[in-house]
Nanobody, 126 residues
Framework: QVQLVESGGGSVQAGGSLRLSCKAS???????MYWVRQAPGKGLEWVSV????????YYADSVKGRFTISKDIAKNTLYLQMNSLKPEDTAMYYC????????????????????WGQGTQVTVSA
């Protein structure tokens, strides 16, 4: 069983930056690692995903060019560098793990991802 613990959230002004971390424990080899967010009153939205080896990444159009996903395999830690933050990026950010690459669409049932962290809040003020 993979256990995930996020950190690094906080409050910033628009245009600012934050770096989220997600420490994984347990066997994560072969797992895709996701960042998924949920804004107040809205559903889950996928943000970015990275493969087990860290060489393949995908981004939602809403964050492309501003966010960067990466991982430190030795530390078993996932990161999300968020630059040029906008008020619409305000959400609870979760890291999640799954053996499969899910369809990267808004209508995908993201709640079905295998393992989840507890989330870290990001608040961006105008």
């Amino acid at each position: 069983q993979v256990q995930l613990v996020e950190s690094g959230g906080g409050s910033v002004q628009a245009g600012g930056s934050l770096r989220l971390s997600c420490k994984a424990s347990g066997f994560t080899f072969g797992y895709w690692m996701y960042w998924v967010r949920q804004a107040p009153g809205k559903g889950l939205e996928w943000v970015s995903v990275i493969d087990s080896g860290g060489s393949t990444t995908y981004y939602a159009d809403s964050v492309k060019g501003r966010f960067t996903i990466s991982k430190d395999i030795a530390k078993n830690t996932l990161y999300l560098q968020m630059n040029s933050l906008k008020p619409e990026d305000t959400a609870m950010y979760y890291c999640a793990a799954d053996r499969f690459l899910r369809a990267l669409r808004n209508d995908t049932s993201w709640k079905d991802l295998r393992s989840w962290g507890q989330g870290t809040q990001v608040t961006v003020s105008a």
